[in-house]
């Protein structure tokens, strides 16, 4: 029997550190800036306040972030139990708002729980809605591209620029002390798209190749385009849309769904 009470014992404990543990590294993951997640804040502060294994705590003050949160959490308690002790909980102004956030707590609640609770649409809705909005799932065209402005009164620019005709020519330091002004360059993660781009140098841009160079008039300014690269106009593939499509159309199903409880509530109001 006391073996048995000693394994008891030992299991308790062992749960009592991975629910600590698990605890410690949700407020990690969704922590930003320090801000408390939406974790039921006294029963976080309790059990760290009551916990005596070295360990977690140790796991804390390793993580600055992670331990100042805890920190928030224990401060915040202590001024509500303060608040509460001073009577402020009995103010007009303060149950005022304690009961709208509890409404609106209770409604948002009300609101997930119908979202929860809605089913799945079938595969065929998911892929009639797909095909009705390709136009939501398609990627326009894109360029890579640099362009540089270039003073016409430049003799020096002008003469490096005027018979410049693939990157091949372009020497890029050479043209930058010469005078020009890049304000457009290309990026490793930005294309860019025709809303992005002069309506004038986009299409230069279509009718170029890869590593072309253009000169280009806009008003009384004269550019330099470099095309990089191009990438066409793409529809993406359903199974990558999938799960975008489910939420969209579950959201519109509970909103729908919500409406109409709405309606019931204000005709049993007699509104």
């Given at each position: 029997m006391?073996?048995?009470w000693r394994m008891e014992k030992q299991i308790m404990k062992n749960i009592?550190?991975?629910l600590i543990f698990l605890i410690i590294t949700s407020i990690y993951i969704s922590q930003t800036n320090a801000q408390p997640p939406a974790w039921d804040r006294a029963v976080i502060a309790e059990i760290m306040r009551e916990n005596s294994i070295k360990g977690a705590h140790d796991a804390m003050k390793n993580n600055q972030s992670l331990y100042l949160n805890y920190q928030y959490l224990l401060i915040e308690q202590e001024i509500a139990q303060e608040a509460v002790k001073l009577g402020l909980c009995e103010r007009m102004d303060v149950i005022h708002k304690l009961q709208n956030s509890r409404r609106t707590i209770l409604v948002n609640a009300m609101k997930e729980d119908i979202l929860r609770k809605m089913p799945?649409?079938?595969?065929?809705?998911?892929q009639v809605y797909y095909n009705k909005h390709l136009n939501q799932y398609t990627?326009?065209?894109?360029?890579?591209?640099?362009?540089?402005?270039i003073d016409t009164n430049n003799d020096k620019l002008m003469g490096l620029v005027k018979n410049l005709k693939t990157s091949k020519q372009f020497d890029l330091q050479e043209?930058?002390?010469a005078g020009a002004k890049k304000i457009m360059t290309e990026s490793k993660t930005n294309w860019f798209t025709e809303k992005q781009i002069h309506k004038k140098i986009f299409l230069a841009l279509q009718k170029m190749?890869?590593?072309?160079?253009?000169?280009v008039k806009l008003n009384s300014s004269l550019f330099l385009v470099h095309r990089i690269n191009y990438r066409e106009k793409v529809v993406r593939p359903f199974k990558h849309v999938l799960n975008d499509i489910l939420v969209k159309i579950k959201n519109a199903q509970a909103e729908a769904v919500w409406q109409d409880y709405l309606q019931n509530v204000k005709k049993r109001l007699a509104f």
């Open positions: 006391f073996y048995l009592k550190i991975t799945d649409p079938p595969m065929v809705e998911l990627l326009p065209e894109t360029f890579k591209i640099d362009v540089f402005e043209l930058l002390q190749k890869n590593l072309d160079m253009q000169l």
